[in-house]
């Protein structure tokens, strides 16, 4: 049985609806949604499909995804075919050149051989699925963690010259899943085997009741590096 949406959340909802037809007359066809396949995403994949279906979308495959989210792939293509979505693997050359110098799981004895296997699989397939873009929307909330408190609707990415739009910013986790049950929107089957954040199959674990959402994600890792290097940490600067 679907949730009810309360009036806080249908103002959140109206809200975003205004900044996707805003970006998408702003930015036109220079607009990109990356969509993670998570709880947040699928949220905005229905979203975009209801209010702006002229907003382009990609998925990075890393080639180490949960079969649980590939299988989530399928259901998105299926369910929102009104949409145009593209996948992006990393370049064959790069990941054979890393697992041959470093190993096959060399991500787990250190930081840096961790941000080299994101580099390869994650940040270079997102430098080709951003290139000719002008701005590009992503499903970070600010309550996910501690590296994202501080996030704006609107953003420049000094990284990749273009802004970035983060239209769930003020969305609570509690508000994404009441969003999904009232609109029957299909999830990642990791989430309901608690598992609140999902990336590659060997960095990402279940949480515990009372652990951070992030937290099963580089869990060998200090909180405040626990990011790929999709969205790094820089000054904001508001347009």
């Not at 079969?67 to 369910?79: I, N, P, S, W, Y």
């Not at 701005?135 to 990284?159: C, K, N």
């Not at 509690?174 to 089957?189: D, L, Q």
Request: hydrophobic share 35%; glycine share 6%.
């Amino acid at each position: 049985m679907s949730e009810q949406i309360s009036a806080e959340l249908q103002a959140k909802i109206e809200h975003v609806a205004g900044l996707l037809n805003q970006a998408a007359g702003e930015y036109a066809d220079g607009i990109v949604f990356a969509n993670s396949l998570g709880a947040e995403d699928v949220v905005l994949t229905d979203l975009i499909s209801k209010q702006a279906p002229s907003i382009r979308m990609f998925v990075l495959d890393t080639g180490r995804l949960p079969e649980e989210t590939l299988k989530l792939l399928a259901q998105v293509r299926q369910r929102y075919g009104n949409l145009k979505l593209d996948v992006y693997y990393p370049e064959a050359a790069d990941v054979e050149a890393y697992v041959a110098e470093n190993g096959i799981n060399a991500f787990y004895e250190s930081q840096e051989l961790r941000k080299g296997c994101c580099f390869v699989r994650k940040i270079k397939p997102l430098k080709r699925a951003l290139s000719g873009n002008k701005a590009w929307i992503t499903g970070l909330r600010r309550e996910q963690s501690v590296t994202r408190d501080e996030i704006a609707f609107s953003e420049w990415d000094e990284g990749n010259g273009l802004q970035k739009l983060n239209p769930l910013a003020d969305w609570s986790e509690k508000e994404v899943w009441a969003y999904i049950r009232a609109n029957e929107v299909p999830y990642n089957e990791l989430h309901d085997r608690h598992y609140p954040s999902i990336g590659c199959a060997p960095c990402t674990r279940a949480i515990s009741v009372g652990e951070d959402v992030r937290s099963g994600r580089w869990w060998w890792e200090n909180p405040e590096n626990r990011e790929c290097g999709l969205h790094p940490a820089t000054p904001l600067k508001f347009k």
